[in-house]
């Protein structure tokens, strides 16, 4: 990789406890490696704190402030006030992640359905982008995003694990599609489709670290540092420079957020 070539990872988790050994050290070495700027994405109360405290501190780093649908359960009232009030810190750049896990049903269906209303709600208030977890729950995902779209509705459909057919769905609400470490596994058909028939213009990258480690360091801890294995992947599919890669998934961060 040459090192001119400069990444955004549009989906951290650095303040996760994984990284509590040797954060700092982490994220002054970013820049080193050709890290541009991170969002680092909250999935509760606490974790979206640190994601402020996080883009406080350092430059590059942006955050998100919500609740994944694995902790709606616990959501009432005053969470959303905490969310508004965290919202109008100018670091933070959208609502999430929020969304829909069918896969592990941590919190019960119908609860997460009314929180990841009630969130899109906050964005349209506030006139935020957000960001979607969507795993196994394609379908309600889309309709409850279509029935609460909004004038401006736009964001991010995270680490996405869907068809071609359903990202061009979320494409006309005017969100974007990340990829992250699972298009780099061999066996992974379906993201190395969309990688393949999705339009540059519409992508961005990610690692969503700690997790989804790409190739060739898959069950390993994940870093903002392999973004650059994810574009190369793509570029790879796509048969273009991976400078292309790097240029356009800029480009778009940088449009969505009006960075």
């Known amino acids: 990789m040459e090192n001119n070539i400069k990444f955004i990872d549009s989906h951290v988790h650095l303040d996760d406890e994984r990284f509590d050994d040797d954060r700092e050290q982490l994220i002054k070495s970013l820049k080193e490696n050709n890290i541009e700027l991170v969002l680092n994405a909250g999935a509760d109360l606490k974790t979206s704190i640190n994601s402020v405290e996080l883009a406080e501190k350092y430059d590059f780093i942006y955050a998100a402030v919500g609740c994944h649908p694995h902790d709606t359960k616990y959501m009432n009232d005053d969470t959303m006030n905490i969310f508004r009030d965290l919202s109008k810190n100018k670091k933070v ?40 977890h969507d795993r196994d729950a394609h379908e309600d995902i889309l309709r409850i995003m279509k029935e609460e779209h909004y004038d401006g509705s736009r964001g991010i459909l995270h680490c996405f694990s869907s068809s071609v057919e ?72 796509k048969d273009i420079p991976v400078e292309k890669v790097a240029e356009q998934t800029t480009i778009n961060f940088k449009k969505l957020f009006n960075l």
């Open 166 to 237: 359903m990202a061009i769905e979320f494409i006309k609400l005017g969100f974007y599609i990340s990829l992250g470490g699972p298009v780099t596994f061999k066996k992974a058909k379906i993201p190395k489709l969309v990688a393949k028939e999705i339009p540059l213009s519409n992508l961005l990258i990610e690692t969503d670290c700690p997790y989804l480690t790409p190739e060739p360091f898959r069950g390993k801890r994940n870093n903002p540092s392999l973004v650059s294995y994810v574009a190369e992947e793509i570029a790879l599919i």
């Open 93 to 132: 750049l959208a609502i999430g992640e929020i969304g829909l896990d069918y896969y592990y049903d941590n919190s019960d269906r119908e609860t997460q359905k009314k929180w990841f209303r009630e969130q899109i709600r906050l964005a349209k208030e506030l006139d935020m982008p957000y960001i979607v």
